[in-house]
């Protein structure tokens, strides 16, 4: 299969709130940055332009009316993907394999700012039938599947609390992140119970900001500065039921991971990968998702942390951005923004957080409570992988 | 192809009496206007219509927005407009917004602004026989007084044909 | 190269002003069907597209969730595609980009829509098509858009309404042959002229209905449709084109972005004289007058010449060009994003000769599908051949 890179990378920065701005001109200053980094011109240059969105999240119906003119694409090939950023990435894989495109543009943004209730947002994803009635928190399955998790890998609270203490330590060292901070392991056991075993520091903020990637062809990519590899893309649902759900094992992310590295060619992943940025949207899930990924073995991703490999000079960094405990949530831009932070390690250019010697990065994002729906994407300095 | 479609409909009565869970979303937003139609309403506020130039294709863009969606630029070139227009086209709704009927048709129409070569927006109209509308009709704004205005489109209360006429 | 992709099966429920069926269970019974009607097992599906319009009609956020299990997507890649009204015909694209990329030799397609959710009226939700901070204060009405373009492109093109009036006739009585229409029936000109003005110059039976329904199809490369099936419909080319969100700045009697997404596939399977190289079409028919200014959108006649094509008959079923064979959105009735479907699937058992009481008497090879969306903004198109 055709090979697919990253030729350019545009990011707002995470903010948790953005009052000057209307969605419209934060995508803008995304899709800006991205065509600049690239230097592509999207009205002449670009085939498809892609955005991933949710409706409710912007508070319109049908979101694809407001997705052209701010990211260049007004009477062009433009869609909506409404699924994680990282699924749009793999949507544009897609489209520059079946030759649709040459040169794609991928979007999502967060302007979580505007809306008022966003709790409210989320239990209307709820099973309206089922579950909406009983009238719980949507935090609550994020609860229930930390408890069980805990459960089964035998993690403890504290464990889980060490991945904090690290991202939003990493977070001190990037200049796209709010949410940096010197904590100990107590100021987050110590913090208050929402969803237990869930404390206030476990969950990561929602915050706004837009990302836009641009994707092009290899014969396209070799002639740009620094083309990151797409080596390998995956993407799974498990069940929307919550009743016949695997709580304690994330299996979409076990299988997008699979689908991946079989695109990528990766057998070890652990040796093959030199950074991860996973979803970290609650403390345990990076420990969990690690795990899924088959980074290490189910039961040892606690033990890994403990003994620093996570760390920035670690054997393997995961999410040396801060992740979303210290970026903040992005809602569905998580996946974008990861990548984004994937390809500045690669090109080395991530300053102070940069990692030594990266040359293959791993991103994976999940969409979030009451989902199971995760994407995995493999990136590397050179291109990859099987047939 | 003779094949059972699936599928099972309700009648009225039956439908009365199907189980129902009912919900209500709390969905609310306060969207941030931004640069450009920050300005424009508080434009309407004054009494005033902006538009903006785009520096390169020389369009001037009402509604504002802040870059060209054609040439893919920021564009900051203010322009105040005059109030009047023509009608691109128009509707006689005998529907309210939740779709109820009305007696007193509603007037929606595009109007483009004069000196804006042909852009505009959607408003209503208003003082005029909905018989007499015709599309291409000169039109002009009338506004609510100042101290009612808000910085919205509503600030129009609607436009109604123009002295000179067609 | 892309590869090719075929369709090797179609289904689809009913379509109905009132479903008792849930959003999941629709999803699932039009999948069945088409599983059933290519021979395959959900175990024989690599990837599943879904199109579903917004949220707010089911009435759940991240419906494309909720979704997943009926659209039998149970720990499989799975993704939503969502351009608005557009977005049955877009599924098509969808489905194809899967298998064309080399990526997965199969796929499901589902389209689902269950208006009858949102109460007291889908028009509730509607409202938020509209720009939230210089539109929605007006009170718009969705009719408003139909009603402000229609009468446009008549007054542009001097069009009478009894012209457009004819689409009405037509999908409504082609649709008392489809087993699955909601609102087949046998009107007059005059029946559409004197039906209830709802926003002039739109009338009652101008619009097709709001309705709950689900359609489906099967699509495989080439090394698979040929295993499972002698008769293969091939998807020849597909396209999609969003004009700018500033609806009032742009001349709405002419689908400039209907042209462009109908340009993509007419290259990818070499037509270059639509009139001549295609043999019957199934144009998005959510107004009467919209085939129409889909018609010239798809080249298939020129600017304001599809009101005379439609009066002389060309268009009907046993015309030169039929156009909605199926009964169309006005007939079948109007699921969304179903509707798209449903459209991809007429294709398909037409161009298969499996369309019964629809089957339009002559040598078919090459047909086309098209839907339409957003605010009047969005065109979608697909090409399928025999």
């Known amino acids: 299969m055709e090979k697919v890179a990253i030729i350019g990378v545009g990011f707002t920065g995470a903010r948790p709130d953005s ?59 433009v869609c909506s993907i409404c699924n994680e950023g990282l699924h749009a990435l793999a949507t544009g894989v897609m489209h520059i394999r079946a030759g649709i495109a040459d040169i794609v543009a991928v979007e999502a943004h967060s302007k979580v700012s505007d809306v008022v209730n966003p709790e409210g947002i989320m239990h209307f994803a709820l099973d309206p039938i089922l579950d909406r009635t009983l009238d719980y928190n949507a935090h609550v399955m994020a609860g229930l599947e930390m408890n069980r998790y805990l459960h089964e890998a035998c993690v403890t609270k504290e464990e889980c609390a060490e991945v904090v203490v690290k991202n939003r330590a990493n977070a001190l060292l990037n200049p796209y992140a709010p949410y940096g901070a010197k904590l100990c392991i107590d100021d987050v056991l110590d913090s208050t119970p929402t969803y237990e075993p869930l404390s206030e520091l476990d969950t990561s903020n929602l915050v706004d900001g837009a990302c836009v990637i641009v994707l092009a062809s290899e014969k396209v990519a070799r002639n740009k500065r620094a083309p990151v590899w797409i080596n390998g893309v995956g993407w799974c ?60 073995d189910t039961g040892e991703a606690a033990g890994f942390l403990c003994e620093g490999a996570f760390d920035i000079n670690g054997e393997l960094p995961v999410n040396a951005s801060g992740g979303s405990l210290g970026m903040g949530n992005l809602l569905d831009t998580n996946g974008l923004v990861k990548t984004f932070e994937a390809v500045e390690q690669l090109r080395g250019m991530a300053g102070q957080r940069q990692v030594k010697e990266a040359e293959s990065a791993l991103v994976q994002s999940w969409r979030g409570v009451p989902t199971t729906s995760g994407a995995v994407m493999i990136l590397g300095n050179e291109p990859s992988g099987g047939d | 192809m003779s094949k059972e479609y699936p599928g099972n409909p309700l009648n009225s009565k039956d439908f009365k009496k199907a189980l129902k869970t009912k919900y209500v979303p709390t969905a609310e937003y306060a969207w941030s206007a931004g640069h450009a139609i920050n300005r424009f309403l508080t434009g309407l506020k004054e009494g005033r219509i902006l538009g903006i130039k785009c520096r390169s294709c020389e369009r001037i863009l009402v509604p504002p927005r802040a870059f060209c969606e054609e040439c893919f630029i920021s564009v900051d070139e203010w322009v105040e407009l005059k109030d009047t227009g023509t009608v691109n086209t128009f509707a006689i709704s005998y529907l309210d917004t939740m779709a109820n009927r009305i007696k007193k048709p509603l007037l929606p129409a595009v109007i483009e602004i004069d000196g804006a070569g042909g852009n505009g927006f959607l408003h209503m109209l208003g003082e005029v026989d909905p018989k007499k509308i015709k599309i291409g009709m000169k039109v002009k704004a009338v506004w609510k007084p100042a101290k009612d205005r808000k910085g919205d489109i509503t600030d129009i209360k609607y436009f109604k044909p123009a002295r000179g006429g067609v | 190269m892309p590869r090719r992709v075929a369709m090797i099966g179609a289904g689809m429920t009913k379509f109905m002003r009132r479903a008792n069926d849930t959003p999941k269970e629709m999803a699932f019974e039009a999948s069945k069907m088409a599983l059933d009607a290519a021979g395959l097992e959900l175990k024989d599906i690599e990837s599943v597209a879904l199109g579903t319009a917004p949220d707010a009609f089911d009435g759940v956020h991240m419906k494309g969730e909720y979704l997943s299990d009926g659209a039998g997507s149970f720990l499989k890649p799975y993704t939503r595609s969502f351009v608005g009204g557009g977005t049955g015909v877009f599924t098509g694209a969808h489905g194809w980009w899967h298998i064309a990329s080399g990526m997965f030799d199969t796929c499901l397609v589902v389209g689902e829509e269950k208006m009858s959710s949102a109460h007291p009226h889908p028009q509730g939700a509607f409202l938020t098509i509209f720009d939230n901070l210089i539109e929605r204060n007006l009170g718009p009405n969705l009719v408003w ?32 042959d489809h087993p699955c229409a909601q609102l087949g029936m046998k009107i007059t000109v005059d029946d559409v002229l004197n039906s209830e003005t709802l926003a002039w110059p739109v009338q009652r039976l101008d619009i097709s209905p709001t309705s709950d329904g689900a359609a489906a199809f099967v699509l495989a490369s080439e090394e698979v449709a040929k295993r499972v099936t002698d008769d293969p419909i091939w998807i020849e080319g597909v396209g999609w084109n969003v004009d700018t969100t500033i609806w009032t700045n742009r001349d709405l009697y002419y689908p400039k972005y209907v042209e462009y997404a109908a340009r993509m596939p007419y290259k990818m399977a070499g037509i270059h004289n639509p009139p001549k190289d295609i043999d019957f079409a199934e144009p998005y028919d959510p107004f009467d007058y919209k085939e129409l200014h889909h018609m010239e959108g798809l080249q298939l006649c020129r600017k304001g010449e599809a009101p005379i094509l439609t009066r002389e008959g060309v268009t009907a079923r046993d015309g030169d060009l039929p156009t909605c064979p199926s009964g169309g959105a006005l007939g079948v009735g109007n699921p969304i994003a179903a509707t798209g479907v449903m459209k991809l699937c007429e294709l398909y058992w037409q161009l298969r000769g499996e369309a019964g009481k629809r089957q339009i008497p002559k040598d078919l090879r090459t047909g086309v599908a098209q839907a339409w969306g957003d605010l009047m903004q969005v065109g979608t198109v697909v090409v399928m051949r025999r």
């Open chain 1, 237 to 296: 649902n498990d069940t929307p039921n919550v009743g016949l759900r695997d709580w304690g094992y994330p299996r979409y992310v076990r299988l997008a991971a699979e689908q991946a590295y079989a695109d990528a060619g990766i057998t070890n992943p652990y040796d093959e990968i030199d950074i991860a940025e996973v979803d970290d949207s609650y403390s345990y899930k990076e420990l969990q998702h690690l795990e899924a990924l088959r980074l290490v």
């Open chain 3, 145 to 176: 858009i139909f009603a402000l373009e229609m009468n446009r492109y008549m007054t542009k093109h001097n069009i009478k309404k009894e012209d457009i009036a004819r689409v009405s006739v037509k999908n409504k009585g082609n649709a008392l």
């Open chain 1, 19 to 77: 009052p000057e701005l209307s969605y419209k001109e934060l995508m803008y200053e995304a899709a800006v940055k991205a065509y600049e980094d690239s230097n592509v011109d999207p009205r002449k240059e670009i085939g498809s332009f892609i955005g991933a969105s949710e409706d409710f999240w912007d508070g319109v119906s049908i979101f694809d009316e407001y997705l052209p003119d701010q990211i260049g694409g007004a009477l062009r090939p």
